[in-house]
């Protein structure tokens, strides 16, 4: 069996502790309208091309968005950064796009992964099925797990699909074996509003367990933009700017409430 994947991030530092290799899957049934990797969404491989210029001359570069591997691939690619990851107390992390779309070969990977010593983390939207969440379970020492908005029509809105199934979900994990990082991207104009906030750290505050270890802020940021326009798709984020340092501060005492550490960024 073979995972379709679209980047491969080595010596990252913002996806789970220490350094760690990260396995970019392809394919995700959410549409955030400010998704920094458009090239994850589509299930199937992609062909971009890049438009250059030097000078006047205009040239073009096609590039391949997703390619298969192999789990003795990722393997060899992890064994290659084994000392680093060892000595930081890093691991392997599986993002996407959504790795659990991708569910029977994720769980291949990460069995693999975890037999041969690595700290296993997926980064997810939470929307997969239950079921899957339950196979996975076993094999992943840590969830990074996104909470974009509570109000269902707005998170319908922003994402295209309902979050009952997400809520669920984390309830889910924060009552099984493995450690949960909470994510939260910080979006001006979606959810960055203080009756929005409060809802996500009310939230917080009932479904929390041991398992809850972090709360990560992530503020939006544009660069990935331009990558909008090597896919041809509209970037609906329009000229909506980044939250203020000042704001992003105050939400971090703000979610220090809930009792555990909070983070700017990953
Ligand atoms: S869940 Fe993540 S990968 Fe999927 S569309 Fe949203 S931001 Fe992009």
């Not at 769980?107 to 929307?127: F, N, P, Q, R, W």
Request: net charge neutral; charged share 25%; hydrophobic share 35%.
């Amino acid at each position: 069996m073979k995972g379709l994947i679209f980047s491969v991030k080595r010596y990252s530092v913002h996806d789970g502790p220490g350094i760690r290799v990260t396995f970019f899957m392809k394919g995700c049934p959410l549409s955030c309208w400010w998704c920094h990797n458009p090239e994850g969404i589509s299930p199937e491989p992609e062909k971009v091309v890049q438009k250059n210029k030097i000078g006047e001359k205009e040239f073009s570069i096609v590039e391949d968005a997703g390619k298969l591997f192999s789990v003795d691939e990722i393997l060899g690619i992890l064994e290659k950064e084994r000392a680093f990851i060892t000595h930081s107390k890093g691991g392997v992390t599986f993002s996407g796009g959504e790795p659990m779309l991708q569910c029977e070969f994720l769980i291949e990977a990460l069995k693999a992964c975890k037999d041969a010593g690595y700290h296993t983390a997926v980064d997810t939207s939470g929307y997969s099925s239950t079921e899957n969440y339950r196979s996975v379970i076993p094999f992943t020492d840590l969830f990074l797990f996104d909470i974009k908005h509570i109000d269902d029509t707005m998170h319908l809105k922003y994402t295209g699909v309902s979050n009952f199934l997400i809520l669920e979900n984390l309830l889910l994990l924060l009552h099984s074996p493995g450690d949960v990082i909470i994510r939260i991207p910080v979006i001006p104009g979606v959810n960055d509003d203080s009756g929005s906030m409060n809802d996500i750290r009310q939230l917080l505050i009932n479904f929390k367990t041991d398992n809850l270890k972090k709360i990560n802020l992530l503020p939006y940021h544009k660069t990935g933009s331009s990558k909008y326009n090597k896919f041809n798709i509209p970037y609906r984020m329009g000229s909506i700017e980044p939250p203020s340092k000042g704001r992003i501060q105050e939400l971090k005492e703000f979610f220090c409430e809930v009792g555990v550490k909070v983070k700017i960024g990953g």
